[in-house]
């Protein structure tokens, strides 16, 4: 029992409370191009910011609410002093419509597309469906 319990101390405490190690990352991504969904918040704004900490060329922030999008924006830029074209896009991730325009301006507008965390993502409690038929989640 006393083994046990020792790992789950351990177990739960490294999870809980250790600091990832190696996580000074100076990587030069001059030139280069990242898309980033669901960036104004959590995971994706902090991964947005550090992105911008590199210096890509252009930074891209996909989201469903341009206004919050615009504030994370400013945010990132305050935070960073990030030079490069930082640009907030509409994406909603449950609206084929929406998926499809995203994808037509990147075709458009993108000369390259170097990396891409597909963030974005919404916890339901109750089961719905989207305006095209699928489960919202």
């Not at 990352?25 to 980033?36: A, C």
């Not at 959590?42 to 992105?51: C, M, N, S, V």
Request: proline residues 1%; contains cysteine.
């Amino acid at each position: 029992m006393g083994q046990t319990l020792s790992f789950f101390r351990k177990f739960f405490g490294d999870q809980m409370f250790a600091k990832p190690r190696g996580t000074d990352t100076y990587e030069d991504l001059t030139g280069r191009t990242f898309l980033v969904t669901g960036s104004n918040t959590g995971i994706g704004f902090a991964l947005a910011t550090h992105l911008a900490c590199l210096q890509p060329a252009q930074l891209i922030l996909a989201m469903r609410d341009l206004k919050k999008g615009e504030v994370a924006k400013d945010s990132i830029i305050a935070q960073t002093g990030f030079k490069g074209a930082l640009e907030v896009w509409e994406l909603d991730m449950v609206d084929f419509a929406s998926i499809k325009r995203f994808a037509e301006r990147a075709n458009t507008n993108l000369k390259r597309l170097d990396g891409a965390n597909l963030n974005a993502g919404i916890n339901n409690w109750n089961w719905a469906m989207t305006a095209d038929g699928w489960e919202r989640m």
